[in-house]
């Protein structure tokens, strides 16, 4: 799976650089010099970071290759993309990245199946988006109304009160 980690804005300057909108919490790594970064449309590389430095809280990003504002500027609005099995998985158990969330079969104590984990929002409060039939409902991502997660089986289990998965149910 491709995991974005950035978008790149305008150019900077006359030599290359770009700005870089960062969509990840490890821009230190991810735009290291020499590393290789995919893209989104495919045909703009992949790029190879030559150089990053930080700029009024906006990161700048020189490639391999860029080396003038026309060619930066063919780069505006290009995804910079990751391989999701080259991040390692996290030490602690009860952390997970929104990928290996999506997808999951969303089950109840009892076992039964009732949607599936669409996306994951990050809105003060981490939400679980769950697509049940035709609709959505939205889950708080806390231990207490998810107390099971297992990869391996890719389930879920939501343990709520009455009306969090149904909101058409009486409470």
Known sequence: MQLV??????????????????????????????????????????????????????????FEGVSDRNRAEELRGTTLVIDSADIPLPDDPDEFYDHQLIGLAVVTPEGEQVGEVSDVLHHGQDLLVVRRGAGEVYVPFVKALVPVIDLDKGILVVDGPPGLLDPDESV
């Open 5 to 62: 980690v950035g978008r790149i804005g305008r150019p900077h300057g006359l030599r290359g650089d770009v700005s870089v909108e960062v969509r990840t919490d490890d821009p230190e790594k991810r735009f290291a010099p020499g590393a290789t970064l995919a893209t989104d449309p495919a045909s703009a590389g992949p790029l190879v970071v030559q150089s990053r430095r930080w700029h009024s809280g906006i990161l700048l990003v020189r």
